[in-house]
């Protein structure tokens, strides 16, 4: 058993997650936090920097951190990923074309990052409740989730202005996450 | 320093501490009873008191008065028969009557402090509507408003494209401001704009503040912030003062918007330790307090127009 194995195991006694929410700007993260959180939603502005949240999950604590998604804050990310459990990528289903193409580079180079490699990947498919927004499917190809093999993966369609299925993702990476610590005894 | 009032004693030590606010309570309701009197009858016969002042005094008595809600939900929001219906109500229950004769000059004085209380609260859902007016690409008139803030602070350098990287040098996200107004609307756009009209140059100065080589800032987006900052501002009643010794207008709000700009970027340069774009909730957070306690404490508001050097 090594340290981190160790590290690990303390860190799900107190049963607490860090989870890290990326994705470009006006995807929606904020909402998202908030949304869950019970706040209010009509006031967000534009994030600059990040906000943390805590909240509780079936019993675990989640640490949440949404960090700001502008081009120029992109190169702050790398300070984020250190003991990063899972990392919520936000997608505006709705978005141009060339965002999505941003997107799909943003997000690939992410999965190279050695430091976030092994977290647990949900993708929050955003703004579903927009009559342009494309499937999860749809999505799912363009962004070609199928070719990656580096953590556990999920893509779950949402909507954080309605609040739809928010939870559920949640859910999915919360569980995820703790049978991937389990397995490592 | 200003004179350190009543009003501003009561902010500060009183209403902050719902136990001291309880003994308060308890204190006036055995005066009321001796003297047969109340605050709110007291406040409307000093003369030494400037209708400011007065006015200021009976919002705090409203807003922290359990037995005036109705009364009180009635004047600022209601109709005017509500309004006039609750002052009545007041008139008695606070003991404007005198066997029964009405203290006509204290009652003139209430119903005057009252209807330009009305007015701040009217500004709020002014606002409010103003905010929740999405940005639209759509609209000729948002598009307008959108290339003036660009001439205003840009000059003569011209736009390649209506989408373009040029957008994120005055301090938008990306390359299409549109999707950043958010929940500020279109008061986002206009407060931008006021500030960049009113106070060009001192806005184009603070716009070259923000591209500090360590420090940097998005000023667009620091501004759209600032918006939603002030009105949580007027929402939680620290902007009263404020408002109701100039007066309840959208260029009142506007002109103390210009103030935190100003102060914002003051304080974002005077930090103990330089900083960077990451700390920026943190310090947004404590901005906002000292900001509240510069309200509170009634502190003159001064648009800093000194281009100072960072």
């Known amino acids: ?185 | 320093m200003n004179n350190i009032t009543e009003d501003i004693i009561l902010d500060k030590y009183v209403y902050s501490s719902s136990f001291i606010l309880k003994v308060y309570k308890i204190i006036k309701y055995v005066l009321g009873k001796l003297s047969n009197s109340s605050e709110l009858l007291r406040i409307c016969q000093n003369e030494k008191l400037r209708e400011t002042k007065i006015t200021y005094r009976i919002d705090q008595i409203l807003f922290y008065s359990d037995k005036l809600k109705t009364e009180r939900m009635k004047l600022l929001n209601g109709t005017k028969e509500q309004l006039e219906e609750a002052y009545e109500q007041i008139l008695r229950k606070k003991k404007f009557y005198d066997n029964n004769t009405e203290k006509t000059a204290e009652a003139k004085v209430l119903m005057k402090c009252i209807l330009r209380l009305k007015e701040t609260y009217e500004l709020q859902d002014i606002l409010t509507k103003k905010a929740n007016i999405a940005y639209d690409s759509n609209n000729q008139e948002h598009e307008d408003k959108l290339m003036e803030l660009w001439t205003l602070l840009k000059g003569d350098e011209k736009l390649n494209s209506r989408k373009s990287e040029q957008w994120q040098t005055i301090g938008f996200q990306g390359v299409d401001p549109a999707t950043d107004f958010r929940g500020m609307g279109i008061l986002g756009l206009e407060q931008l704009i006021y500030f960049a009209q009113n106070f060009n140059d001192t806005a184009k100065h603070i716009l070259s503040c923000s591209h500090h080589k360590y420090s940097w800032y998005s000023f667009a987006i620091t501004g759209i912030n600032l918006t939603a900052l002030e009105l949580d501002l007027l929402r939680e009643r620290h902007l009263q003062y404020y408002l109701i010794s100039h007066e309840a207008s959208i260029e009142s709000f506007n002109e103390f918007y210009c103030y935190l700009f100003t102060e914002f970027n003051n304080f974002w340069f005077k930090r103990p330790e330089p900083v960077t774009v990451m700390h920026f909730n943190e310090v947004f957070k404590s901005f906002k307090e000292k900001i509240i306690s510069n309200l509170t404490n009634q502190s003159p508001i001064i648009v800093d127009t000194e281009k100072k050097k960072y």
Not at chain 1, 55 to 81: A, C, H, P, T
Not at chain 1, 151 to 173: D, F, P, R
């Open chain 1, 1 to 185: 058993m090594g340290l981190l194995t160790i590290l690990k195991k303390n860190k799900l006694k107190e049963k607490e997650i860090r989870l890290l929410m990326l994705g470009l700007d006006n995807a929606g993260k904020t909402t998202i936090l908030k949304k869950i959180n019970g706040e209010d939603i009509s006031t967000i502005s534009p994030t600059l920097g990040f906000n943390i949240k805590t909240m509780e999950l079936d019993g675990y604590k989640l640490n949440i951190w949404d960090v700001g998604g502008q081009k120029s804050i992109r190169s702050y990310w790398r300070n984020y990923f250190e003991q990063t459990d899972g990392l919520i990528w936000v997608i505006d289903s709705a978005d141009r074309k060339d965002r999505f193409e941003l997107c799909k580079k943003e997000l690939q180079s992410l999965l190279k990052e050695e430091r976030i490699a092994g977290a647990s990947l949900l993708i929050f498919a955003n703004k579903q409740d927009l009559p342009s927004a494309l499937s999860k499917e749809q999505i799912q190809e363009f962004l070609e989730l199928d070719s990656i093999e580096s953590c556990h993966w999920n893509i779950q369609s949402c909507s954080a202005y309605t609040g739809e299925n928010l939870v559920k993702g949640m859910k999915w990476i919360t569980n995820d996450i703790r049978s991937r610590i389990f397995l490592l005894d």
